[in-house]
């Protein structure tokens, strides 16, 4: 049988050619592509050679928008239409920022915030989608291909909300998402193959706008997270915004228009760079109204007026060793990552609590980039990297409201992903037919301090004496620690499904919508594209199929052969033809007619893995 | 999947445990059937390798923990050491119960994260009192009726650390 294969550039199912993916590191402050070529990973430059982007988004006259340096130069010009630090606002509302220190209109909006501009009124979803755009582009032209997906990396301790909005972004960027990965995780990644190291590492990863802290156990190319904390709204900014304080205070200077913000705002961060390795600054510029600000700040006092931000770093820290159950002298050794590492009273603070310099042998800037896209390369599918398996933890724990406004945990924070768990609740009245089902994310009991992740009903209850009804409620994390929620009420077996897109998430059709009117695409273009892509897709799983029939056929019966490769030539045939919907429901019947062989699959596999290990003991 | 905890992990179902083993077994398992090792493959391989992947850190969870993994023993043998059927303790455990929570409340008061520290440390010393009588209990006289009583005076001290360290956390944000 003639097996069609129909492939983008780039996107070829052929095993043996390599895929092109590449890690992002979508930055507070900067932005980073970075991919693996012959085996070595390597953040990709633009075509001047500059490898970070600035993580600033302006949207100019005549429907111009531009990123990065560009941009950055606009925003003391420009500053309504020039937003900084976007990453601040994804998946959040104006009540969870400090909105009045920015000079943007922002747009209260059902769940995420928004942001009036020049060219429309805008979300924090589009304008990442705008650097992550930029990024593709530079990574496609280096590669010289289409890209098969992305692994773009997050705060270990952003929420499902935040986490749903930087996979839409990447959506909208019209990139394929092949994992969220947390960045200490993927920091430990290229940390940990460039040094071949084995035992406990803490990574102390604070960026530009938040605070990550990650211990793992490095073993045998294992990278097992065993604890996760931070502070999402903690960062180098937030140095910056303490000597715009100073400034103000020091200089006393009235609260100043948009334009004089920005501008205190840049010198701020000039001086915080400077004060890295210098002991002294003179912060000097001129303000709109005429007035001249020239003051000296020395490295002593910028320690001071900092000293509680890097405090309060060590909150989570503690944590985290509490939850993995270890003390100091457990820990082989200390991680910096993130930009804001570089302070020296930071990397001191740090060297003083674990009683260790802290290794910073590697780019801060870079090092998450460069483990992503290793994690990116693996799940492409490009083999030799085989070995390397990451096993991380949701950040917050995850639960119900319950009856006086509680939060019932269901996941406990620091869970291995995947996980699921169920938990049964009942009715508190008779005949009660409904339930509203709240999921929240979050430490505290009470619900109002945790985050409200999504609400739906679950209708169709039996009436039954109160507390007789029995409602099984499932929660699944998957390996991107997304939720999904399904309730069912056991003794009647109605259920309600759904996959947590709260007021924060755009649902599917929202995403296309946005995609279509990006393009603007014929609706010829678009019928043709599908097409090809559900070629792609059976091109795909018929490989997958038959490689799976040719390796191990003998764990099934001649008659479920004989299904599966019936099912295969069916595929084929439609694919032959210009149905893409058919393709489609082809390739469903064929997954459907594998179901048994997978699961004898995945059987045989962990046999053969633990063979020799006390085989007498194993059931498989 | 009908296998239990024990049989994943191709160990026998002892409450002593070599855990050595167990989290090798537990890396195996999830280096042969983490979702990440089946991302081209079909919808169905990645639904039985998201199944596999979630029940292997489930039980390696459960195995992992002593009070856990005693109580998933006792479930073996159709025994719910939780149930409420199952709550009679003896005096002087709720006694020593008692006095454990007086000294975390006047801690929590006094915001005194040492003496909770030296609280917890003292709580770990008596679980691990409890665990070396569950061997026994468990392993050697399959006395499972003791081995309930035990167990639950575990989950008691589980929860105790538990709620020590929620105090110490509220204290030290």
């Not at chain 1, 429309?120 to 990574?139: D, F, N, Q």
């Not at chain 1, 303490?242 to 020091?250: D, F, K, V």
């Not at chain 2, 002593?66 to 479930?75: F, I, N, Q, S, V």
Request: charged share 20%; glycine share 6%.
């Amino acid at each position: 049988m003639a097996l069609l294969q129909i492939s983008e550039p780039g996107m070829s199912a052929a095993p043996h050619q390599h895929r092109l993916a590449v890690g992002i590191d979508l930055g507070t402050t900067n932005s980073l592509v970075a991919t693996v070529l012959s085996g070595l990973s390597h953040v990709l430059a633009d075509e001047h050679g500059y490898t970070l982007l600035p993580s600033v988004v302006h949207y100019g006259e005549t429907d111009k928008v531009q990123v990065g340096t560009e941009a950055q130069k606009k925003q003391n010009s420009d500053p309504h239409n020039t937003i900084v630090s976007v990453k601040r606002f994804m998946g959040r509302g104006l009540k969870d920022i400090e909105s009045s220190q920015l000079p943007y209109q922002f747009v209260e909006q059902a769940g995420m915030l928004q942001i009036a501009t020049r060219a429309g009124i805008k979300s924090p979803v589009e304008i990442s989608a705008e650097i992550l755009k930029v990024l593709k582009t530079r990574a496609e032209q280096a590669l010289g291909g289409e890209l098969v997906g992305a692994v773009i990396t997050v705060p270990a301790y952003f929420d499902d909300a935040q986490r749903q909005a930087t996979k839409d972004a990447a959506r909208l960027a019209g990139l394929n998402v092949l994992r969220l990965l947390n960045e200490p995780t993927a920091a430990a990644v290229a940390y940990g193959l460039d040094n071949n190291s084995e035992g406990l590492y803490v990574i102390y990863d604070l960026g530009g706008g938040t605070f990550d802290i990650s211990i793992l156990k490095l073993s045998k190319g294992v990278f097992e997270v065993l604890a996760t904390n931070g502070d999402s709204a903690l960062g180098g900014d937030d140095f910056d915004h303490r000597i715009y304080c100073w400034i103000l205070e020091t200089a006393k200077l009235s609260p100043r228009n948009a334009h004089d913000t920005r501008l205190l705002m840049s010198k701020s961060r000039e001086a915080k760079e400077w004060l890295t390795s210098h002991t002294e600054t003179q912060v000097s510029c001129l303000l709109s109204d005429g007035d001249f600000v020239n003051l000296h700040l020395t490295y002593d006092q910028f320690t001071e007026i900092t000293a509680n931000l890097v405090e309060k770093t060590l909150s989570p820290v503690r944590k985290a060793m509490r939850d993995a159950g270890l003390s100091i002298e457990d820990i082989d050794g200390v991680v910096m990552v993130g930009g804001a590492t570089r302070m020296p009273q930071v990397q001191q603070v740090v060297a003083d609590y674990f009683k260790k310099t802290p290794l910073t042998n590697l780019d801060p800037d870079k090092v998450v980039a460069l483990g992503a896209a290793i994690q990116a390369n693996i799940l492409a599918g490009n083999k030799n990297a085989e070995e390397l398996l990451l096993l991380d933890v949701i950040p917050l724990s995850l639960g119900l409201e319950t009856i006086g406004g509680l939060a019932e945990k269901v996941i406990h924070r620091n869970s291995t992903l995947p996980v699921a768990r169920a938990q049964e609740f009942t009715t508190y009245k008779d005949g009660q037919t409904a339930m509203s089902i709240h999921v929240v994310q979050g430490e505290r009991e009470l619900v109002v301090d945790c985050r409200s992740l999504a609400r739906f009903e679950l209708r169709g209850i039996p009436p039954m004496v109160a507390g007789a009804a029995r409602i099984r409620i499932t929660f699944t994390v998957d390996a991107d620690g997304l939720l999904s929620v399904s309730a069912r009420e056991i003794s009647s077996n109605v259920e309600a499904h759904i996959a947590v897109k709260p007021s924060y998430g755009l649902s599917e059709e929202e995403i296309t919508n946005m995609l279509k009117a990006s393009f603007n695409s014929a609706e010829a273009d678009k019928s043709a594209r599908m097409l090809t892509e559900a070629r792609v897709s059976a091109g795909a799983i018929i490989g997958a199929v038959k490689a799976a029939l040719e390796a191990d056929k003998a764990l099934i019966t001649r008659d479920q052969v004989a299904t599966i490769e019936a099912e295969i030539n069916r595929l084929s045939t439609l694919s032959a033809a210009n149905d893409a919907n058919a393709i489609h429901s082809g390739v469903e019947a064929l997954n459907h007619a594998t179901e048994a062989f997978a699961a004898a699959r995945m059987n045989a596999s962990i046999s053969n893995a633990l063979a020799g290990k006390a085989l007498d003991q194993i059931k498989l | 999947m009908t296998q239990n905890y024990f049989e994943l992990f191709a160990l026998a179902p002892t409450f002593n445990l070599d855990l050595v083993t167990l989290e090798t077994n537990y890396r195996t398992i999830q280096s042969t059937s983490h979702p990440d090792r089946f991302v081209g493959a079909t919808a169905t391989e990645k639904l039985s390798s998201m199944q596999l992947a979630t029940m292997a850190n489930e039980a390696y969870q459960t195995l992992k923990n002593p009070a856990k993994r005693a109580k998933y023993l006792l479930e073996l043998q159709n025994i719910n050491s939780i149930s409420e059927t199952n709550t009679a303790m003896p005096a002087d455990f709720l006694m020593q119960q008692m006095e454990w929570r007086e000294n975390m409340e006047e801690a929590k008061s006094n915001k005194d994260i040492a003496s909770l520290e030296q609280l917890h440390h003292q709580i770990q010393v008596e679980a691990k009192i409890l665990q070396a009588s569950l061997i026994d209990c468990l392993d050697i006289k399959k006395d499972y009726s003791s081995g309930t009583d035990v167990t639950r005076k575990l989950i008691f001290l589980d929860k105790v650390c538990d709620d020590i360290n929620k105090i110490i956390e509220q204290l030290d944000s």
